[in-house]
């Protein structure tokens, strides 16, 4: 009868441990609470989060964990809150928590990807937005993330490879077709770039950043009178109307398209915005020099030697301009100037030997012509100009 009664009690204990190894109907019921005011919670920080109140988006996200504490989307919130006060290592062990409950999650890994490329660890980090790409190939930011870290690591060109592939995929973003562009206009082929930026253009057509990289790539290929007509929208633009480098390229666009007086205006803008700027007062000279303004040539390139008094490119504008003047012994000075500071310009010699001839020492000027045509056997320019000194003697 004893050991009857002991099997019993046996027999209950182990049934009433067998109950406390589980949870019971009321604290999954209590979980399953727990869990619904966690996500409503977890959406309030998130409004909060998106209002910039991250004081009050930390507290609520806080509360949301201590009622959920395998929340991925609670672990996520709180990762971007960390990554917004700079604390990245604890928001990397938040994303790990994050990735923990959800291991499917997508975000966790790109912000992960983040905070290894802020921590100058790219291969990490491309090796999570890799992670994030597979997880959720239709979200664009990843691709770009992906992309972006590539160029940064200098392989542009499996760079561009990478997004050229998805472009179809993406067929209504202009922002992937405005970074092939970017990638094409570095690697020189402007032709396709202008063609990518011109459907950026389209699919994005109040995008002014994507016009201003499709009047860029016509530059680089020289189709200065395109590139003028979208330039001369934007500078009256608002948010680009500040640009010196806009007005600047405006003005080389004129300048080069016959419209010297036009480029005069551009630069006279763009040296109102940027006095110091080389490039903005070698235009101006180059424009009036086209338009024979003398005078004002000569006053533009005094501001350049005064910027810079070791400006090859200005010496030899203003070799051009005494040279115009018929001032050959000015004109001579100048051009040796310019050659010193750049001993590899075949310009520079032939226009000292130029001078030379003019001045009557033909055998000085061909040892000059012969100079540039040992730095480039197929000068055009020196083999013409001691051509006709040979038929002269």
């Not at 561009?160 to 179809?168: A, D, G, N, Q």
Request: aromatic content about 6%.
């Amino acid at each position: 009868m004893r050991e009857s009664r002991i099997l019993v009690f046996l027999t209950l204990g182990l049934i009433a441990s067998c109950s406390d190894s589980q949870p019971s109907q009321q604290q999954a019921a209590m979980k399953q609470w727990n869990d619904a005011r966690s996500a409503v919670l977890v959406g309030l920080a998130v409004d909060q989060y998106d209002n910039a109140n991250f004081d009050r988006s930390r507290a609520t996200v806080d509360q949301a964990i201590g009622l959920s504490p395998d929340s991925a989307a609670a672990h996520l919130l709180s990762a971007k809150l960390y990554i917004e006060a700079g604390q990245l290592e604890i928001s990397e062990r938040e994303l790990a928590l994050a990735r923990h409950s959800d291991p499917n999650s997508a975000e966790a890994d790109y912000l992960s990807g983040v905070i290894y490329q802020r921590w100058q660890q790219p291969e990490r980090a491309l090796e999570y937005y890799q992670h994030a790409c597979d997880k959720s190939p239709a979200e664009l930011a990843y691709v770009m993330a992906k992309a972006e870290m590539l160029v940064a690591m200098d392989r542009r060109p499996e760079a561009l490879t990478m997004l050229e592939s998805k472009v179809t995929y993406f067929e209504h973003s202009g922002v992937i077709r405005d970074e092939v562009g970017l990638l094409l206009m570095q690697e020189g082929q402007y032709p396709q770039a202008i063609e990518m930026f011109r459907r950026a253009s389209i699919l994005a057509s109040d995008d002014l950043t994507i016009k201003e990289h499709l009047a860029r790539a016509m530059f680089g290929d020289q189709l200065y009178g395109e590139a003028a007509a979208i330039l001369s929208d934007l500078v009256t633009n608002e948010k680009f109307n500040h640009r010196p480098d806009l007005l600047t390229m405006l003005g080389e666009c004129e300048l080069q398209s016959g419209r010297a007086g036009d480029a005069v205006q551009s630069f006279q803008l763009a040296s109102e915005m940027t006095p110091d700027s080389m490039g903005v007062w070698l235009g101006m000279a180059r424009a009036h020099l086209q338009l024979n303004s003398m005078r004002r040539a000569d006053i533009a390139l005094h501001h350049c030697l005064a910027i810079d008094p070791k400006n090859s490119e200005a010496y030899l504008l203003l070799g051009y301009l005494r040279l115009r003047q018929s001032k050959f012994d000015e004109a001579h000075d100048a051009f040796t100037r310019a050659s010193s500071l750049d001993p590899a310009d075949t310009v520079a010699l032939c226009m000292v030997g130029l001078t030379l001839d003019k001045l009557g020492h033909a055998q000085d000027a061909a040892a000059y012509y012969q100079q540039a045509l040992k730095i480039n056997p197929d000068d055009e320019m020196a083999t013409r100009l001691l051509a006709r000194l040979d038929v002269h003697e």
